[in-house]
T-cell receptor
Framework: AQKITQTQPGMFVQEKEAVTLDCTYD???????LFWYKQPSSGEMIFLIY??????QNATEGRYSLNFQKARKSANLVISASQLGDSAMYFC?????????FGQGTELSVKP | DAGVIQSPRHEVTEMGQEVTLRCKPI?????LFWYRQTMMRGLELLIY????????DSGMPEDRFSAKMPNASFSTLKIQPSEPRDSAVYFC?????????????FGPGTRLTVL
């Protein structure tokens, strides 16, 4: 079965700096997808970025990019030029037969 | 376009009462998912549907929980009878085709408190 591990329960970053949120995964499937979601204090789950296991390049979406290292089974989220509005919980997830398996999340706090 | 719609947004009930949560997926999406989020267990999938048919209900905690999808634009998650340990945020999500790279879009969630 697939598993996601997010080892950083909480992180701080200074506004305008870059931050990396770690995500490692375990799967025996050759094809899989990795997602990152943001959950602000208001509670909704917001899709950020997707990486497919066969994608040759790292995914990017605006200020978000994925540092995908397949051999190490890691898919770290990089947020560039942090903003106060980036303060939230961030969840990494992996696909399993149409379902999403989520990690425990990392709480990011952006300091002014 | 409207996103996934859930109602109610908040529900407070007493132990033993029946609770019904409702979800309207994004139009055109064939897959619908029900998740539960708690501090202890994180986000866990309860059940999902494809074209209104339940595909995997292995995450449904026990017989007190049931879910239906009578048509493509409506689903319910029912808890009967409710217990305090059912207190959680319940999310509904939908996706277009359910494939590997298909994104699931979440509703705002229903915060359930069982006293």
């Amino acid at each position: 079965a697939q598993k996601i591990t997010q080892t950083q329960p909480g992180m701080f970053v200074q506004e305008k700096e870059a931050v990396t949120l770690d995500c490692t995964y375990d799967t025996s499937d050759p094809s899989y997808g990795l997602f990152w979601y943001k959950q602000p204090s208001s509670g909704e789950m917001i899709f950020l970025i997707y990486q497919g296991s066969y994608d040759q390049q790292n995914a990017t979406e605006g200020r978000y990019s994925l540092n995908f290292q397949k051999a190490r089974k890691s898919a770290n989220l990089v947020i560039s030029a942090s903003q106060l509005g980036d303060s939230a919980m961030y969840f990494c997830a992996i696909t399993q037969g149409g379902k999403l398996i989520f990690g425990q999340g990392t709480e990011l706090s952006v300091k002014p | 376009d409207a996103g996934v719609i859930q109602s109610p947004r908040h529900e407070v009930t007493e132990m033993g009462q029946e609770v019904t949560l409702r979800c309207k997926p994004i139009s055109g999406h064939d897959y619908l998912f029900w998740y539960r989020q708690t501090m202890m267990r994180g986000l866990e999938l309860l059940i999902y549907f494809n074209n209104n048919v339940p595909i995997d209900d292995s995450g449904m905690p026990e017989d007190r929980f049931s879910a239906k999808m009578p048509n493509a634009s409506f689903s319910t998650l029912k808890i009967q009878p409710s217990e305090p340990r059912d207190s959680a945020v319940y999310f509904c999500a939908s996706s277009f085709w359910g494939g590997l790279g298909d994104t699931q879009y979440f509703g705002p969630g229903t915060r359930l408190t069982v006293l």
